[in-house]
């Protein structure tokens, strides 16, 4: 989607510092990072949110967490622990309209979501 930023992240129009990439999914570091480790994982495919997953594109959800383990793997978190969470619309907060998981960790998380 043209102005999508996370379509030009995809695409190497805009620089980031990615983590992992494949023919469906790339993942890169946050630019606001909220813990040592905070990466988002984001499919190639403009969709705008979870909201938007169907039987058509569901396949898109392996694909994003073979991702993630592939990170957590990679960025020494798989044993201590991370999470992994999307925010759908609004009221959660989600300000780029292009669906993407955030996974943070590298420190003892709150355990409340909220
Ligand atoms: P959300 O609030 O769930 O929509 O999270 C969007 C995240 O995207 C937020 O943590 C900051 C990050 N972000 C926004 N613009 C850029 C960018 O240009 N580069 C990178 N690496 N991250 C970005």
Redesign the pocket.
């Known amino acids: 989607m043209d102005n999508c930023?996370?379509c030009k992240?995809a695409k190497k129009e805009?620089p980031?510092?990615v983590e992992y990439e494949d023919d469906k999914v790339i993942a890169?570091?946050?630019?606001?990072?909220?813990a040592p480790v905070?990466v988002?994982i984001v499919p190639k495919v403009h969709i705008k949110n979870i909201k938007e997953i169907n039987g058509d594109n569901a396949d898109l959800l392996k694909d994003i967490h073979n991702a993630a383990n592939k990170v957590a793997e990679k960025l020494g978190v798989a044993e201590s622990g991370y999470r992994l969470?999307?925010?759908c619309g609004e009221d959660?907060?989600?300000?780029?309209?292009h669906l993407?998981y955030?996974l943070v960790g590298g420190r003892k998380l709150s355990p409340r979501i909220l």
């Open positions: 930023i996370f992240i805009i980031s510092t890169f570091r946050d630019i606001e990072p909220a905070h988002l969470i999307t925010n959660a907060g989600q300000t780029v309209f993407h955030h």
